[in-house]
Nanobody, 127 residues
Framework: QAQLVESGGGLVQAGASLRLSCAAS????????MGWFRQAPGKEREFVAS????????YYSESVKGRFTISRDNAKNTVYLQMNSLKPEDTAVYYC????????????????????WGQGTQVTVSS
């Protein structure tokens, strides 16, 4: 399993941007498809974005499509989530996750496909 550490969260105003980072250690980073999920207070965890092991294939939830961008740097063992035009409803704890059993060009929105999770980073967007 991968060990994942998120960073980059914080308190911002609506319309601002943040970039989350997730540093991975353990197995070779390119052996994992990566994803971001979030959980707001009183709500279930929800999928945000996912990226394939190689090739940069991505998939987004409808709520963030066009505003958020997931990317990865396999040389730095890091996945990023660039969040633009933030809204108060984006307020949540954001979790990085790694899926070690997906194909080279595959991504997933299913939490069950991800077998390693970070501790989360808080993002708060004020109105």
């Amino acid at each position: 399993q991968a060990q994942l550490v998120e960073s980059g969260g914080g308190l911002v105003q609506a319309g601002a941007s943040l970039r989350l980072s997730c540093a991975a250690s353990g197995r070779t980073f390119s052996s994992y498809a990566m994803g971001w999920f979030r959980q707001a207070p009183g709500k279930e965890r929800e999928f945000v974005a996912s990226i394939s092991r190689i090739g940069g294939y991505t998939y987004y939830s409808e709520s963030v499509k066009g505003r958020f961008t997931i990317s990865r740097d396999n040389a730095k063992n890091t996945v990023y989530l660039q969040m633009n035009s933030l809204k108060p409803e984006d307020t949540a704890v954001y979790y990085c996750a790694a899926a070690g059993k997906l194909g080279l060009f595959s991504y997933s929105s299913r939490a069950a496909d991800f077998d390693s999770w970070g501790q989360g980073t808080q993002v708060t967007v004020s109105s």
